[in-house]
């Protein structure tokens, strides 16, 4: 077996350790209820380096073009300097039900391409590789990716939106307590 089958295949089970114990973390915290400000901030920032090296690797791959992994990863950093510049002057912003759900059908999405990355390192007929294959560079593979970065987008004014409504509420307190 090549090497290079090995390493789809070890990478395959270490995203899907990754994925798992990322969500027990979360679930953990919650039902325990031993969620901390490290914590808020740190998850999304895993989840982040987690999908973002993903998505490098399959642009590389010829996956998706090149405008959706600048507008995903982009968009991964700028929130997380913000939520990191709100952790500073010690304001949390949750992460929004939208987001988590982004970061699920990120996940959900990166798990099928290494699962056919992975079924290809098996001994499978030449149909079912070109299928796969096909599938790969097909208008549907797209079509998941733009909803994907459509979503990834959408998120993040989501982000912008929120910010600017927590910083008005801050201004009109300001604004009552000089009244």
């Not at 642009?59 to 992994?69: A, D, E, G, T, V």
């Not at 290494?114 to 593979?141: C, H």
């Amino acid at each position: 077996m090549s090497s290079d089958i090995v390493l789809k295949r070890i990478s395959v089970f270490i995203f899907f350790i990754a994925v798992i114990t990322d969500w027990y973390d979360g679930w953990y915290a919650r039902k325990y209820k031993s969620i901390t400000k490290t914590g808020i901030f740190l998850d999304p920032l895993a989840d982040k380096i987690l999908t973002s090296t993903a998505f490098i690797f399959f642009y590389l791959k010829n996956i998706f073009p090149l405008w959706m992994l600048i507008a995903i990863i982009v968009r991964d950093i700028v929130i997380t300097l913000l939520r990191s510049y709100d952790e500073y002057y010690g304001v949390t912003l949750k992460t929004s039900f939208n987001a988590k759900v982004k970061t699920f059908v990120q996940m959900t999405y990166i798990f099928l391409i290494l699962l056919i990355g992975l079924v290809l390192t098996f001994e499978i007929g030449s149909e079912l590789r070109n299928l796969i294959n096909y599938f790969l560079q097909s208008n549907w593979n797209y079509a998941l990716m733009l909803a994907l970065t459509i979503l990834t987008i959408f998120t993040g004014l989501e982000y912008f939106f929120e910010k600017f409504k927590q910083a008005k509420t801050i201004a009109d307190n300001k604004e009552k307590e000089n009244n």
